[in-house]
């Protein structure tokens, strides 16, 4: 995220239009991507009796976030405070007026922009426990979550914390929202544990028309998520745009390839799925590297997180539901990794943008990213942990059995998805 000015600072020529129109652009694609395209891909995922759960947990999620970020935790992401969190000065929404800006584009914007971030970090993570969270449990962790991990994360990275003063690379969400979003996945599924029948039982996706579709919406959106992380309608967005797009069509091109190669069919699911992967891995490096290092990111992306898919559910036997873990946190860990190679000047055909302000060697930058990745991995797997024993303990996290096999859609919503 382009933005070392703190939110709120007046630039003395006023707002730039044109960075304005395409950040409030950027917006809607990014509020697209959960609503309709995360919602949609998610939905057709799961088995037909728990379409509606997770419909409704996307929208619930949209609702909620959007509040809870007016009211205190847009403050704590980029208020004024300290290293580690913001202060309290911008509680619901306080001096974010019509003609207050952050760098040239108002700060209304800015907010905006940066609540459809914080919309879809928490839905990503409904990926882990579909099928089997209660409600109720799925809300208050979601709430949780937001105030504990991700308005701190995004603090340090993006809203004048310690990460960012070091120099940690995050151009659109590595750190902020895949790597919290994978690691908080990760834990989840091993505290609520299996669904009911896993890994004995088959549980493919009941509608993938459904999934391709979301998965379209997500490509497209993906667009204002990391081009619109320059903040400006200029070269750096255009260079975004075109790293994102590529590391995509790499990913889903080199996890096709590797499942075509180990069970002899190419498959849908496999090809947005590698999608997805290539888009995730890209995110933290769209706006410092070129198109040669965003091809290679993106094939490494689909062939790193193929594996790592197959290690968590066949080797590990962990239920993350919809493989949030090895798509998004894998993927977040990889592309944060990349930049401080593919950041670098210096590599021909495969040269970036440059080094951090003050960062001189690839190696220097590397590790710095690495204390970015391993903190952020570390704080998110504790806390995440911490929130949903506390949730559990309060209103218990799992639905009951019988309400399991017969699905959420009837036993928490009184609704079908479909009525045939």
Sequence with gaps: MLAPVAAGAQAAA?????????????????????????????GGLVRSRNVLSILMQCFAITCLVSLLWFAYAYSLAFGVGNDWIGGLDKMFMAGVEEDSLTGDIPETVFAMFQMTFAIITPALVVGAFAERMKFSAMLLFSALWLTLVYAPVTHWVWGGGWLGQMGVLDFAGGIVVHITAGVAALVSA??????????????????????????????????????????????????????????????????????WLKYRKPSVLGIVTGMVAGLG???PASGYVGPAGAVVIGTVAGLVCFSATQFVKRVLKVDDSLDVFPVHGVGGM????????????????????????????????????????????AYTAVVTFIVLKLVDRLIGLRVGREDEIGGLDIALHEERGYDL
């Design 14 to 42: 006023g707002p730039n239009l044109g960075n304005t129109a395409w950040v409030l652009t950027s917006t809607a694609l990014v509020l697209f991507m959960t609503l309709p395209g995360l919602s949609l891909f998610y």
């Design 190 to 259: 091993l505290v609520l544990g299996r669904r009911h029948g896993f890994p004995t039982t088959a549980m493919p996706p009941h509608n993938m028309t459904m999934v391709v579709t979301g998965a379209g919406m997500l490509w497209v959106g993906w667009f204002g998520f990391n081009a619109g992380s320059a903040l400006a309608a200029n070269g750096n967005a255009g260079m975004a745009m075109l790293a994102t797009h590529l590391s995509a069509a790499a990913g889903a091109l080199a996890w096709m390839t590797a499942e």
């Design 281 to 283: 891995t890209i995110t």
């Design 334 to 377: 990889l592309g944060t990794l990349a930049v401080g190679v593919f950041a670098s000047t210096e590599l021909g055909l495969f040269k970036g943008q440059g080094f951090a302000q003050g960062i001189t060697s690839m190696g220097q930058q590397l590790g710095v990213q690495l204390v970015g990745v391993v903190t952020t991995v």
